[in-house]
């Protein structure tokens, strides 16, 4: 891993290149501007408002988990997604224009191999989940296998650095490998890649630009449920 939360680069003008820590995964750093930066915050306060806005996950185990977040288009529990919020009012649409922005972002991350990922050339996002993560947050290894459809999965990260782990697609063992995750950078997941295990071994705190106005680490992750709208099934969909 490269980056200065490992002390290894001479300091934050460092070039940061694009970087593909495994087949169909593609990081491209600094990927949204300021402008474009501060754009999604404010969209996430407003998304975060109730009814149906950022709440707490209590796992099956009865565990809390450590970030808050707030589902748009399907709301996303463990281990799902359906129509209406915990409170049981209906979830927030998806919005266009973050379609639009993961699309792009889709384009940008595999350029012309797009073709020989699953699902990106046609790439239809229909699903967001914005995580926060206070300071101290992290996320354990798992896999997004509750969609439908094999299509990427785009993240976007604003706010605090962190430290995400990118693993395998059998096991949450090595291997895997750890990138730092800063303001503004785009990872794009799909292929060979899809259903890696993945989470955040830590942020750290105090390395969000003071302008965005945000504490703690924001996280979009965009996705194609392959969901039917008014269907019924195992997964909780109603």
Known sequence: MQGELFGDLPGPSAARGRVAPAPGAVLLPGWLDAEAQLRLVAACREWARPPAGLHA???PTGGMMSVRMVSLGWHWYPYGYRS???D????KPFPPELGSL???????????DAGEIAGAASYEP????VNHYPHGAKMGLHQDRD??????V???SLGDACVFRLGNTETRTRPWTDLELR?????VFGGPARFAYHGVVRTVAGTADPGLGLVGRLNITVRQSGLVAGAADETGVA
């Open 57 to 59: 996950v209590r796992m």
């Open 126 to 129: 229909d699903i967001a989940i």
């Open 88 to 91: 049981g009012t209906p979830v």
């Open 154 to 156: 785009v993240s976007l």
């Open 84 to 86: 209406a919020a915990e």
């Open 102 to 112: 993961a699309r792009r972002a889709v384009a940008d991350a595999y350029g012309a």
């Open 183 to 187: 303001s503004g950078d785009l990872l």
């Open 147 to 152: 969609e439908r459809i094999d299509a990427p």
